[in-house]
């Protein structure tokens, strides 16, 4: 999560997607399978349900073939005809003895409703007839909504030549009959066209009225004597099974689950990891940055202790000379010749002075005092009482800050930053010490013009009793440090772009209150 975005880390997400990937391959593999193994069970009963259909047309033809006979016997007796048809005809079977006459054939003895005698038959019948022979030829279809009409035909050489018999059936296509109770039809939705479209005028049998069928069909042919019609068959239900249907789509959620628990499991272990490396490179920092304050605790402890004698024992001692010194100057009978040895003396006691001044204000261990104040008066107190050389320019640029803080310990603070400043330009130059407020901080900035710092000491301007300058202490920035990281602070020195160097203090402006000194 980062900046209130959850970001999955590539090792997970790529897993997650290799799974995901491989479940969906096998989804369609799977799919594939059972889509085959239905269109092959599809194919299986469709073909098995026309051989039904054939055989109730076979059924059919047999009344035809009975009849043919007697017809050969009595060379087209109209009469004899009639006499052996009636009992076969009624409902909606009619049967017909027709003989060619000119271009089509007439109607010459009729068993039945569906035709009257001596009516000419219509061409696409007479087209049908003329094509009888000893096998059965299936006559014009029509289905006007309701009723469907078929017919079987027989001809020469069953029956003299110049005649035919013809059966016409006329039922409800969507009526069961033994052909659709058959088993193949209770698993499937098919209907029977006289033509390979599935054209509505040409529709037999059906055992669904939801025509035409839309979904995965198959079409088989449908043997009819001579002549054939055409299934078109759909699965009511998938013929693998059930379960064979739905397990592409189990496994596809099964595993793209297991794809996204997968992720979750190693999202979660390089989180961890992730966790704890942070935790250890934290603790290692923090160990490390508690080993050097030790190292330096430990080497300043020493160190305090020998500062602590050597200021106690150098203060007075160097008062009393510098006291004797003047007092000397003062009896001398001739001060011109005495004077340049004096001033010696004076400048080297003021040195060591100033040393045991440093040394006892750095090992000092004492909590800021913290109170209101206002860094601009504090400033001017501090720039008025050090001395600023002739040739050196000074810019303010303090705003109104303020800030709880130890005023005397700011006031140490500047004056260590001034002082510096000042010896950094022997030659003159300018100084520019500006403060303005950052969010919580207080921000000073203490900018001469310099020669500037070699940035690779820059660390070690703030160890004690390391300088540049032969005639330094080393301890300036060194206390200046110590100050502001007792005030919860922070301290950097840079150069500056024009030359110089810049010295940045960021103050808290509401330290905590349980500051130690640091």
């Keep these: 999560m980062k900046n209130g975005t959850w970001r999955a880390s590539p090792l997970a997400l790529v897993s997650a997607l290799v799974i995901a990937a ?82 089509n054939f007439v109607a010459i003895a009729v068993a039945g409703n569906g035709f009257k005698k001596g009516q000419v038959l219509d061409d696409r019948l007479t087209a049908a007839l003329d094509k009888a022979g000893s096998s059965v030829v299936p006559g014009p279809v029509t289905y006007d909504g ?138 290692t920092t923090e160990l490390l940055a508690s080993q050097e304050a030790l190292v330096r605790s430990e080497r300043l402890s020493a160190v305090g202790q020998m500062t602590t004698v050597v200021g106690h024992e150098l203060r007075n001692p160097l008062g009393a000379v510098m006291n004797a010194l003047y007092m000397l100057r003062r009896s001398l009978g001739d001060p011109a010749a005495a004077e340049p040895h004096l001033a010696v003396a004076e400048r080297q006691t003021a040195r060591a ?29 501090v720039l008025e009482v050090t001395p600023k050389p002739a040739n050196v320019v000074v810019v303010e640029d303090v705003g109104a800050v303020e800030l709880n803080a130890d005023s005397k310990q700011i006031a140490q603070i500047l004056t260590n930053l001034v002082d510096n400043a000042y010896q950094a330009m022997p030659e003159g130059g300018s100084l520019r010490i500006a403060a303005r407020v950052e969010g919580n901080a207080a921000v000073i900035t203490v900018e001469d013009s ?34 502001t990281e007792g005030h919860g602070g922070e301290i950097s020195i840079q150069n500056g772009q024009a030359g110089g160097a810049i010295v940045t203090v960021r103050l808290p402006i509401e330290p905590s209150r349980e500051l130690a000194w640091r």
Excluded: C
């Excluded at 009819?224 to 013929?239: D, H, N, Q, R």
């Excluded at 390391?466 to 110590?482: E, H, K």
């Design 22 to 103: 491989a479940a969906i391959l096998g989804f369609f593999l799977a799919k594939h399978s059972v889509d085959g193994q239905n269109q092959a069970l599809l194919t299986e009963d469709a073909t098995q349900a026309a051989g039904y259909v054939s055989s109730l047309i076979s059924t059919l033809s047999s009344t035809l073939d009975a009849l043919a006979p007697g017809v050969t016997s009595t060379n087209g007796s109209p009469a004899a005809f009639e006499a052996q048809a009636k009992p076969l005809a009624g409902g909606p079977f009619t049967l017909l003895l027709a003989r060619k006459s000119g271009a």
């Design 146 to 283: 309701k009723m469907s009409t078929f017919g079987l035909g027989l001809g020469t050489p069953l029956v003299p030549a110049g005649f035919a018999i013809y059966e016409l059936v006329t039922l409800d296509p969507f009526v069961a009959t033994n052909a659709t109770q058959a088993q193949p039809f209770h698993v499937l939705q098919a209907a029977v066209y006289a033509t390979r479209a599935s054209t509505p005028s040409q529709l037999v049998l059906a055992n669904t009225r939801a025509l035409p069928l839309r979904g995965d069909t198959f079409g088989a042919p449908v043997a009819v004597g001579s002549g054939s019609w055409w299934i078109v068959a759909e699965a009511k239900s998938p013929l693998a099974g059930r379960f064979p249907n739905a397990a592409p789509y189990v496994v596809l959620v099964f595993v793209l689950l297991l794809a996204l628990a997968v992720g979750s499991v190693i999202e979660v272990v390089v989180r961890r990891h992730r966790y704890a490396s942070a935790l250890v490179d934290q603790r």
């Design 353 to 381: 002075v100033n040393l045991a001044q440093d040394l006892t204000a750095y090992m000092r261990e004492r909590d800021p005092e913290l109170a209101p104040m206002d860094l601009g008066e504090v400033l001017s107190d």
């Design 450 to 483: 310099g020669e500037g710092i070699d940035q690779e000491l820059v660390e070690r301007f703030f160890e004690p009793f390391f300088t540049t300058r032969t005639d330094g202490t080393g301890l300036g920035l060194a206390i200046v440090r110590r100050l």
